[in-house]
C-alpha cells in the first residue's frame, strides 16, 4: 500500500519540522510549506492527500488556504491547528468544510487518529463516488454520465450502446434542456474513437458567413478580417467526433456544403482551392421538427435523410416518471459539495413541490433550481421556500397529471410511478426516493397493493406457474 503523503504548513520553522519529522517516523510522506502561498504551490507541484495547515499566517491564512485547497479538490482533507484562546476561528474553518481542529501544543497520539480518520473518510467518499457510478452503469441507471432508470431512458441507453461503435450519423431529438448534448458526448465515449477529439458547434449562434467558418476553416485574406488561416471544427475533429448542437438552424447554403462533406468526406477552406478530408463522425442535434422543416422548405431534404441515418428521441423530464429525485438527488450532491454546504436532503414539502412540477425546461430547469435551492438553504434540509416559485404543482404534459395535490397523493403518485420505472424493486425505488424500503412497504399495504406487488413477484420468479384456481 502506498504511503498517505501529508503537506505541513506552519510559519513557525521548529512547529514545522518537529511534525514533518514525527509523521515521518509514523511512516507517512511529508511535505513543509511556511505559509498559504507556498502550500497551494506545493500541492499543485503534488497534491497531498491530506492538509495539516496552521490557521495564523503571514500572505494567507489557513482558512483562506482551506478555501483555495477545496477549489482544487472538494474531498480534500484539511485539518486545521491554532491556539487555545482562538477556537472561534477553528469553529469557522470547520464550517468553511475543515475536517477537524487541534489546539497547540499539539497531542501527537490526538493528531495520527485524526489523520487516520480523515484518510478513512476520504478513501470512502472516493469509493462511493466510484460505486456509484458502477451501480448506475451495472443496472442500466445511467450511461456515461447521463442519469435515469425510467423505460424512457432505458430506450435512449440501449440505442446509444448500439450506433456508439458504428460510423453511421447520428440525429438527436427533444426539447430544450433534455440533455442532448450530454447524449452526443456519451456516444462518442462508448465508440472506438473515444480517444481522439469531440468538437462541438452551436449553429444557432453564428451569423451564416461565421459559421461557415467555423465548419470548415478559411484561408488569410478570404474576407474582411480574414488576417489569418483559420482551422475548422472538421479539421479539428479529425479522428473524433463532431457535434453539431441546433442543427436545424443552419442557412441553406452552408447545408449544400454540409452535405457534400457527408458524401463526399472532403471540403476546402473559405476562399481556399485545396481539398482536405474528412475523418468525422457527425452527430447532430435539434429542437425543431426537421422533417416538418423539409416540407415547408426550410431544410434540405437530401441533407435530412443523412442526418437521420440512426435518430434517438430524448424523453421531455415530465416523461421519465422515477427519474426526477434521482436527478434532484444528484445535483443536490453535487452542489452541496461545490458550496461547501451540509445539507442532508429534502423536507415533505420541498420533495412533494419537485415531484408535482411538470419541469417544461426539463433536466436544464432542474438542475438550475436545485443549484439555487442550495445557495438559498440556511438549514440542514432543502425546504419548499428554497425552491424558485415557479416550480409548483401543475398538470403534467403527454397526458400524465399528479392526481391531487395533499401531500399524500403526491406521495402515492411517486411510489407508485417509481416502482413501475423499475421494475417493482422496493430497493431501488427506495434508494431513488431518498425514504427506507420499510416505508415503501408500509404505504403498499396502506394502498391494498401490498400482495398484488407480491403476487407480480411470484409471476417473475415462475413465469409458467399459473396461480390456483
Not at 19 to 31: C, F, H, W
Amino acid at each position: 500500500m502506498n504511503k498517505a503523503h501529508v503537506l505541513v504548513v506552519d510559519d513557525e520553522p521548529s512547529a514545522r519540522t518537529g511534525l514533518e519529522k514525527l509523521l515521518r517516523q509514523e511512516g507517512y510522506e511529508v511535505a513543509v510549506a511556511e505559509d498559504g502561498m507556498t502550500a497551494l504551490t506545493r500541492a499543485q507541484e503534488r497534491p497531498p492527500d491530506v492538509v495539516i495547515t496552521d490557521l495564523r499566517m503571514p500572505r494567507m491564512d489557513g482558512v483562506e488556504l482551506l478555501r483555495r485547497l477545496h477549489d482544487q479538490d472538494p474531498h480534500l482533507p484539511v485539518i486545521v491547528v491554532t491556539a487555545f484562546g482562538e477556537v472561534a476561528s477553528a469553529v469557522q474553518a470547520i464550517r468553511e468544510g475543515a475536517e477537524d481542529y487541534l489546539t497547540k501544543p499539539i497531542d501527537f497520539d490526538a493528531l495520527t487518529h485524526v489523520i487516520s480518520r480523515a484518510l478513512e473518510r476520504r478513501e470512502l467518499r472516493l469509493e462511493t463516488e466510484n460505486l456509484r457510478r458502477h451501480l448506475y452503469e451495472r443496472d442500466g441507471a445511467g450511461l456515461e454520465g447521463l442519469l435515469g432508470a425510467s423505460r424512457a431512458m432505458q430506450k435512449v441507453y440501449r440505442l446509444a450502446r448500439q450506433v456508439a461503435g458504428a460510423k453511421a450519423t447520428v440525429l438527436i431529438t427533444g426539447e430544450s434542456g433534455t440533455g442532448k448534448g450530454e447524449l452526443a458526448r456519451a456516444i462518442h465515449q462508448r465508440g472506438s474513437r473515444a480517444k481522439n477529439p469531440f468538437v462541438t458547434l452551436h449553429c444557432a449562434a453564428l451569423a451564416e458567413t461565421l459559421l461557415e467558418s467555423e465548419l470548415f476553416g478559411h484561408e488569410k485574406g478570404s474576407f474582411t478580417g480574414a488576417d489569418r488561416r483559420r482551422v475548422g471544427r472538421f479539421e479539428l475533429a479529425n479522428g473524433g467526433t463532431l457535434f453539431l448542437d441546433e442543427v436545424g438552424e443552419i442557412p441553406m447554403p452552408t447545408q449544400v456544403k454540409l452535405l457534400r462533406v457527408l458524401q463526399d468526406r472532403t471540403f476546402e477552406r473559405v476562399g481556399g482551392a485545396e481539398t482536405l478530408e474528412a475523418d468525422v463522425r457527425l452527430v447532430a442535434a435539434t429542437n425543431r421538427d426537421l422533417a416538418a422543416d423539409v416540407q415547408e422548405g426550410r431544410f434540405r431534404e437530401d441533407l435530412y435523410y443523412r442526418l437521420n441515418v440512426v435518430r434517438i428521441e430524448m424523453p421531455p423530464l415530465r416523461l421519465r416518471e422515477g427519474d426526477v429525485l434521482l436527478l434532484a438527488n444528484h445535483f443536490l450532491r453535487k452542489y452541496t459539495a461545490e458550496n461547501k454546504k451540509t445539507i442532508t436532503g429534502w423536507s415533505d414539502g420541498a420533495r412533494a413541490k419537485i415531484l408535482a412540477h411538470s419541469w417544461p425546461g426539463n433536466v436544464r430547469e432542474l438542475q438550475n433550481a436545485i443549484e439555487r435551492a442550495v445557495v438559498l438553504c440556511e438549514g440542514s434540509i432543502i425546504e419548499a421556500d428554497d425552491l424558485p416559485t415557479d416550480v409548483a404543482p401543475v398538470s403534467r404534459g403527454g397526458g400524465i397529471r399528479v392526481p391531487g395535490s395533499t401531500m399524500s397523493e403526491i406521495e402515492r403518485f411517486a411510489i407508485l410511478s417509481t416502482l413501475e420505472a423499475v421494475g417493482g424493486s422496493t430497493t431501488k425505488a427506495a434508494e431513488m426516493l431518498d425514504i427506507s424500503v420499510r416505508t415503501i412497504q408500509y404505504r403498499l399495504h396502506e394502498y391494498g397493493l401490498a400482495n398484488k406487488e407480491r403476487e407480480k413477484d411470484k409471476e417473475k420468479r415462475h413465469p409458467d406457474q399459473k396461480p390456483p384456481q
